[in-house]
T-cell receptor, first 114, second 113 residues
Framework: AQSVSQHNHHVILSEAASLELGCNYS??????LFWYVQYPGQHLQLLLK??????LVKGIKGFEAEFIKSKFSFNLRKPSVQWSDTAEYFC????????????FGKGTLLTVNP | DAGVIQSPRHEVTEMGQEVTLRCKPI?????LFWYRQTMMRGLELLIY????????DSGMPEDRFSAKMPNASFSTLKIQPSEPRDSAVYFC???????????FGDGTRLSIL
């Protein structure tokens, strides 16, 4: 069975600080990886995705993530956060091919102080 | 483009009542998912459909929950009878074939008194 682990439950940063949110998954086969963001009171929105190719993936709003297969990791990064990045971030994994099921991590709440 | 449309946005009802949540997926998407989000348990997959057929309903908590997808453009999630512990935000999501990203609706915030 797929599982996703996000190491940090709550991260608090000041504006302009760098961000890295950890995500590890367990799945034996080919995977597709996603990061979603949920702003307060809103639905989940896709930040970025990895299907294949370059393991460094760039998403919207200056976010990027790196897929390290040997570590089963897909950490999310941003060089300089803004107050508007305050939100909850979810890592998710989906087995490739005919497995449509998307398994989410528990989420990491990011608070950025102005 | 119209995204995933859910209704109602908010529902407050008394325990024991039947609750029906509705979802219209993005046109052309053939996979549909129902999730429940709570503070304690996070985001849980309840059921997913592919080409209108339920593929995995292992996340449905109990028999009080049922979901249908009578056609490619409409799905319902029903709770009967409802209980206070069903209070949560229920999201519907859809995706195109294969392992495409899922697109989420705005959710239904359900409160059972």
């Amino acid at each position: 069975a797929q599982s996703v682990s996000q190491h940090n439950h709550h991260v608090i940063l000041s504006e302009a600080a760098s961000l890295e949110l950890g995500c590890n998954y367990s799945y034996g086969g080919t995977v597709n990886l996603f990061w979603y963001v949920q702003y307060p009171g809103q639905h989940l929105q896709l930040l970025l995705k990895y299907f294949s190719g370059d393991p460094l993936v760039k998403g919207i709003k200056g976010f990027e993530a790196e897929f390290i297969k040997s570590k089963f990791s897909f950490n999310l990064r941003k060089p300089s956060v803004q107050w508007s990045d305050t939100a909850e971030y979810f890592c998710a994994v989906n087995g490739g091919g005919s497995n449509y099921k998307l398994t989410f991590g528990k989420g990491t709440l990011l608070t950025v102080n102005p | 483009d119209a995204g995933v449309i859910q209704s109602p946005r908010h529902e407050v009802t008394e325990m024991g009542q039947e609750v029906t949540l509705r979802c219209k997926p993005i046109s052309g998407h053939n996979s549909l998912f129902w999730y429940r989000q709570t503070m304690m348990r996070g985001l849980e997959l309840l059921i997913y459909f592919n080409n209108n057929v339920p593929i995995d309903d292992s996340g449905m908590p109990e028999d009080r929950f049922s979901a249908k997808m009578p056609n490619a453009s409409f799905s319902t999630l029903k709770i009967q009878p409802s209980e206070p512990r069903d209070s949560a935000v229920y999201f519907c999501a859809s995706s195109a074939q294969g392992s495409q990203p899922q697109h989420f609706g705005d959710g239904t915030r359900l409160s059972i008194l």
